[in-house]
């Protein structure tokens, strides 16, 4: 707010001038003369000028280096929470694996109880032992897995 009141009080300083300065030195010629003695003035204006092109530089630095810390802050919490993301979803497959090589025990189980009352009812309890034998040792691969997994 203060620099939009600086650059106006100039503008009407100006203004003011164009108009001022012809009225008093009456002549263009001599309104020239007195106008070129304002040199010294003219080169204050574009130090002024200079000095603020700075500041504005300077603010604008402090501006880039503010937005770029916010911007790492908010990366930095970015992969943190991918990380987390990552965790829960190994542990979800993880927890996922465990339940299908439990339900496949539980399957193979029931598919060896039932080989056996057939086996039963058919009045030779050995009639279906390969299938037995073929469950079983696919249970024992899924322990193994089980355990595996439980030591990974």
């Known amino acids: ?56 530089m300077v603010l604008q630095q402090k501006q880039s280096a503010e937005f770029e810390r916010v911007t790492l802050g908010a990366l930095e919490q970015q992969a943190s929470a991918i990380k987390l993301i990552e965790e ?16 496949l025990i539980d399957h193979e189980e029931q598919r060896v109880e039932t080989l056996r009352q057939w086996g039963s009812m058919a009045g030779d309890e050995n009639k279906y032992s390969n299938g ?14 089980l355990r595996e997994q439980a030591g990974a």
Do not use: C, E
Not at 88 to 103: E, F
Not at 133 to 143: C, E, F, I, L
């Open 1 to 56: 707010m203060k620099l939009r009141s600086l650059v106006t009080f100039f503008i009407l300083l100006w203004l003011a001038s164009a108009v001022a300065v012809p009225y008093f030195a009456g002549d263009l010629s001599k309104a020239g003369d007195f106008g070129s003695s304002f040199g010294g003035v003219s080169a204050l204006f574009s130090g002024f000028a200079l000095a603020l092109a700075i500041y504005s």
């Open 88 to 103: 829960s979803l190994a542990q979800q497959a993880s927890t996922a694996r465990t339940t299908a090589l439990t339900a």
């Open 132 to 145: 037995i034998k073929a469950a079983q040792n696919r249970m024992s691969q899924y322990h193994a897995q």
